[in-house]
């Protein structure tokens, strides 16, 4: 699709400089844009791009003066990098505007699928599961029996989604992330071995939820394991049974939840964090990359780092003191020689 300057600068409230009917198709990086592209400056060190790109239009902040002549048109906007932001998500929202149901693919016949919906082949949607309006199943994702998924939710290839769980509103899940299979619950026996428990419970995931790819997200043994609203999961995720995610919660790639810990609102959380279970950490929480979480935080936003976890300033100043260990060891090597010494 092709538009305007003058469209797009309307749309973003900004104001033109220079040809308002030239028109973009298509969008780029500043270094690498060429003719019909769009592109934008936010960051000054890309600033000398400006006046050698090819890009027909830039998007820029109202304040940026050009210390030389500029051959794209700009478009002035309060702030560059959100009014880009915007572009890309409405970019994006057409470029994976499907309708349609392909073939083949499988819906029970007790299955409600709402308007304006897409699912792609091989999809299989179970008994009683529910579909709502403008939500987007692609190739191969399962949704078992008694599911549900909102309105605006786009489901992406290879997601599987257990029986009886439940997907709000305008959730992306992408490929291959599992939500709902069992948790990890194991009676130990006389003999040594392990007894299977039961997991009865469901997952329940709510508004403006974001999972990365091949996150799993186990179900409650009983109730609910619960994703609140606005949380962002990055790729490589375990949440375990019975886990709590407080809204507007952050967590990068390759962080462990063990069951039934409870993580406050609007926490952020490290890569390759490990936490244990049965414990609950305060609102605002934030946790360094690595760290092990043993105990519960009940500190509203503080920050922690280390396995296992201490206050950030305490295990920086930490940090320091290893550093120095091998000096210290060469010290501690020349004093014993002179006690020594001193003691023939």
Not at 262 to 275: A, F, H, L, T
Request: charged share 20%; with cysteine.
């Amino acid at each position: 699709m092709q538009f305007t300057a003058e469209q797009i600068g309307v749309l973003l409230n900004g104001s033109v400089d220079g040809n308002p009917y030239v028109t973009v198709n298509n969008l780029g990086k500043i270094e690498e844009a060429v003719e019909g592209d769009l592109s934008f400056l936010a960051n000054p060190k890309y600033e000398p791009y400006l006046y050698e790109t090819k890009a027909s239009v830039v998007i820029v902040s109202e304040s940026f003066v050009p210390s030389s002549p500029v051959q794209a048109t700009l478009i002035r906007v309060k702030d560059a990098y959100s009014a880009f932001s915007i572009l890309l998500e409405k970019y994006n929202t057409i470029k994976n505007n499907k309708v349609g149901i392909e073939d083949p693919v499988f819906i029970h016949p007790t299955a409600k699928i709402g308007k304006d919906v897409y699912i792609g082949a091989f999809a299989y949607i179970g008994a009683n599961a529910v579909v709502g309006d403008n939500s987007k199943i692609y190739p191969q994702v399962y949704l078992g029996d008694n599911t549900a998924v909102g309105e605006y939710c786009t489901l992406f290839a290879g997601v599987k989604v257990y029986a009886d769980c439940k997907i709000a509103n305008r959730v992306i899940i992408h490929a291959s992330s599992v939500i709902g299979s069992d948790g990890f619950g194991f009676a130990p026996q006389q003999d040594g071995s392990y007894s299977k428990v039961s997991q009865i419970g469901n997952v329940v995931i709510e508004d403006d939820v974001e999972i990365g790819s091949n996150t799993s997200i186990d179900r409650a043994t009983m109730g609910s394991t619960i994703i609140r609203k606005g949380v962002k999961l990055d790729n490589l995720i375990q949440l375990a049974h019975n886990v709590e995610v407080g809204k507007n919660t952050v967590i990068a790639s390759q962080t462990g939840i063990s069951g039934s810990t409870k993580i406050g609102e609007q926490s952020v959380i490290g890569g390759q964090v490990g936490i244990v279970g049965h414990i609950t950490l305060a609102k605002g929480t934030q946790i360094q990359a690595k760290s092990g979480i043993n105990r519960s935080i009940e500190e509203e936003g503080k920050k922690w780092a280390g396995a296992p976890a201490v206050p950030y300033s305490q295990n920086m100043r930490a940090q320091v003191v290893i550093n120095r260990l091998p000096d210290l060891e060469k010290k501690i090597e020349q004093l014993e020689r002179i006690i020594n010494e001193k003691l023939k």
